[in-house]
């Protein structure tokens, strides 16, 4: 599975790191993205190693002040969210400052990792990082049925206990 640093440099390389994570938190595994909605539940639940995007303007209209964005953020910390992805327009608005200034306030109390993107649609955003996701997992799963068969192959043959074992640590 990706890490949130993998899909970051692979996908997003332009993302601004808006608080200083740690070195371990950017290492976590991304296990789904979810994107915050207006409409409540604003995150189609939210499990551990799930990543929030959230984009700035329907932060502002979910999340109308400081203490509700603060309130988000221990929400995604206590779910054990990998991190947060805010979405900001392609233009300049003090709302939309704010909104982040805020976010990102309550992220480095957290500890959670929240990278900026601008000028990104959401929902593409969301379909591009679920397939990096989805197709790192389909990875993993091939490789783990190619070493299933391996070793399935090896015990067929006969092979002992030190054949597998080398199957295993040449794998």
């Given amino acids: 599975m990706a890490s949130l640093r993998e899909l970051i440099q692979t996908l997003l390389p332009t993302a601004e790191p808006l608080v200083d994570a740690r070195t371990e938190a950017m290492a976590r595994t991304v296990t789904w993205v979810r994107l915050l909605r207006t409409r409540l539940p604003a995150f189609d639940g939210m499990d551990a190693g799930d990543l929030a995007l959230i984009p700035l303007n329907t932060l502002r209209a979910v999340a109308p002040d400081e203490a509700a964005r603060r309130e988000m953020v221990e929400y995604l910390a206590d779910h054990n969210a990998t991190g947060i992805l805010a979405i900001a327009s392609s233009g300049s608005d003090k709302e939309e400052d704010a909104a982040l200034k805020h976010l990102v306030t309550a992220a480095a109390v957290t500890r959670l990792p929240c990278l900026l ?34 070793i399935a192959a090896l015990a067929l043959d006969g092979q002992g206990l030190d054949a597998l074992i080398g199957a295993l640590a040449a794998f």
């Fill in 117 to 150: 993107v601008r000028g990104a649609e959401p929902a593409q955003l969301e379909r591009s990082l679920i397939g990096a996701v989805v197709n790192r997992r389909a990875e993993l799963e091939r490789q783990a049925v190619a070493l299933e068969r391996q």
